[in-house]
């Protein structure tokens, strides 16, 4: 009876020492990789400057994969869960091992919900153009930015530059893509016993920012670009500051319940 | 006699020919093609859907080669050309499928999209209209069946023909003529 008793108050004291293990782990978002080279293009990439958003604070950690691992290029998107210390970030990795990287620095992030003019300028967003300008081939990658008035879009020795004013609707949204994908994600699709299937199993999330503008000529255009997490939202809040046109909200606005973007709604010929 | 049943004859053979000529030179191939922005009343189609549709419409027509101009919805250049026809399109289903069921089942997740397609001239009489479907069963993303949609558009596309508009001196022949003489 007394053994029965003992064991029962160790179960009720144990309980929350497995909350607060819980409680440790946080849900992160990695929102950009950078591979670190040593200056010459012979040498390979051995580690990574992973920008990783937990709460309202963004991090950025030294990784370096072990052998073998693969390489993290493609995670950006990708939620995990993580246990934030004072110097370094303890996650699992996808075979359930636990891993430690070093912090080199973090910064706080501007919460949702300060007004739009409040918004830093915004540096280059890579991203990726699926469909949609004249004299860019289709699923191009390169980089928005916002410039003077014009969002402009650079795909190597290409430019894309489309006026604010210009843009009738400005529409956000989510999306998922292959991790391993391209070539190489086609060949994997045929690898033996599954495994091909197996991989396609694992996704990263992405953001779409569909938008619309007309041309001198009053033609309509249709855009759709891809980006890391979190960027369409900011991109699109700078866009409506700057004269951009929306026949949705903006996250920010809805929420003060301001009517600054449903003055702007669109307005069709 | 003989001359009369050979003159009945040849009247008769004569005759469908001469007709045939003149209903194939009523009809003449359209330059250029107004693509107006996808509507979808029945159905919520996501925005990028919506504009994929359009842009991939857009490029197929172009890609075909079988219209001189391929202008936009609301493009001034286009407003005032008898030459040219309009697309309407209007979205009646969409099943919005999963990449990812489909590279791992292989049989399930299937995007489907049912578009409503009205060719007319710009007077807005009704040319052709057909039901196309855009889908993606196996590779590819779910937008790749807007662009399935588009090719099987563009080549509806180019079976149309217009009514023959008369030429500038016909024009000027016609206009002294009652309006019921005048073709349109």
Do not use: W
Not at chain 1, 141 to 146: K, R
Not at chain 1, 177 to 197: D, E, L
Request: with cysteine.
């Amino acid at each position: 009876m007394l053994r029965s008793l003992v064991g029962v108050l160790t179960a009720f004291l144990l309980v929350p020492a497995f909350g607060q293990m819980k409680a440790d782990y946080q849900l992160g978002t990695i929102t950009d990789v950078v591979a670190r080279t040593n200056g010459s293009p012979e040498d390979s990439v051995t580690s990574y400057d992973i920008s990783l958003r937990v709460g309202s604070t963004l991090y950025v950690v030294l990784y370096t994969p072990p052998l073998g691992a693969g390489t993290p290029q493609y995670a950006a998107g990708r939620e995990l869960l993580v246990k934030v210390g004072e110097k370094t970030v303890r996650f699992n990795d996808m075979l359930g091992e636990s891993r430690e990287v070093p912090i080199e620095s973090s910064s706080p992030l501007e919460p949702a919900g300060e007004s739009i003019e409040a918004d830093p300028p915004q540096a280059p967003v890579k991203a990726t153009l699926v469909i949609g300008a004249t004299g860019v081939k289709d699923n191009s990658n390169g980089s928005l930015t916002l410039e003077k008035g014009n969002l402009r879009f650079v795909h190597s020795k290409d430019t894309v530059d489309i006026p604010a004013p210009s843009i009738t609707d400005l529409i956000t949204g989510s999306d998922s893509q292959r991790v391993i994908r391209g070539t190489a994600g086609t060949i994997s699709m045929f690898g033996p016993y599954g495994s091909g299937r197996f991989l396609s199993l694992f996704r990263s999330k992405l953001d779409t920012l569909t938008l619309q503008y007309r041309d001198p000529d009053g033609g309509l255009h249709g855009l759709i670009f891809t980006m890391s997490v979190g960027r369409a939202e900011l991109l699109k809040r700078q866009l409506v500051a700057q004269g951009a046109h929306t026949t949705v909200e903006t996250q920010k606005s809805s929420e003060q319940g301001t009517s600054k973007v449903s003055e702007t709604t669109e307005q069709k010929p | 006699m003989r001359d009369l049943d050979r003159a009945t004859i040849l009247f008769c053979l004569m005759t469908p020919l001469c007709l045939t000529g003149v209903a194939l030179q009523a009809q003449e191939k359209p330059i250029g093609v107004e693509v107006e922005m996808i509507q979808s009343d029945e159905v919520k189609l996501p925005a990028e859907f919506r504009v994929a549709l359009y842009e991939n419409l857009v490029q197929q027509l172009h890609r075909k080669g079988t219209f001189e101009n391929v202008y936009r919805d609301g493009d001034r250049n286009a407003v005032g050309r008898p030459d040219t026809i309009v697309l309407h399109t209007n979205v009646k289903g969409f099943k919005q499928g999963s990449e990812r069921t489909r590279q791992v089942t292989t049989v399930a997740g299937a995007t489907s999209i049912h578009v409503h397609c009205r060719f007319s001239d710009t007077g807005g009489h009704t040319l052709l209209e057909r039901d196309i479907e855009g889908k993606v069963h196996f590779f590819g993303g779910n937008l790749k069946a807007t662009s399935d949609f588009a090719k099987k558009a563009a080549s509806v596309a180019r079976g149309i023909t217009i009514p023959a508009h008369p030429k500038p001196a016909d024009r000027a022949a016609t206009l002294d003529q009652p309006a019921s003489a005048s073709m349109r």
